[in-house]
C-alpha cells in the first residue's frame, strides 16, 4: 500500500527517517536503475603506479586481506600521523 512518494532530497538524514518508515516494495513501480554513482566524494586521489609496484601493493593487501585502496589509506594516514607528531615534537622544543 502506497501512502506517500518518494522524497526528492538528497538530505541523508531526511532520507534515513523516510527509509526507518518505509518498505522499498511498496515503490517498486517508481525505482529507476541508475549507471553512474549517486554518491561521489570530491577528495579522491587517484594514483598511478608503476606495474611492479602496483603488484606488489595489490599482494600486500591480499595477505592483509584488505583492498589496495584500503592499504593506501592507511599507509598515507600512518604517514600524516608521523607528520604531525613530528611538527608537535618541534614545537615543543621551542
Request: no cysteine; aromatic share 6%.
Amino acid at each position: 500500500m502506497k501512502t506517500s512518494k518518494l522524497p526528492q532530497t538528497d538530505s541523508i538524514e531526511e532520507l534515513a527517517k523516510f527509509w526507518d518508515t518505509h518498505d522499498l516494495t511498496d515503490f517498486e513501480g517508481e525505482l529507476e536503475e541508475v549507471t553512474e554513482p549517486v554518491f561521489t566524494s570530491d577528495d579522491s586521489i587517484r594514483l598511478n603506479l608503476k606495474p611492479r609496484d602496483a603488484k606488489v601493493v595489490r599482494q600486500l593487501a591480499e595477505s592483509k586481506g584488505v583492498s589496495q585502496a584500503e592499504l593506501v589509506r592507511e599507509w598515507v594516514l600512518q604517514k600524516l600521523a608521523n607528520r604531525k607528531r613530528s611538527e608537535q615534537a618541534k614545537g615543543m622544543a621551542r
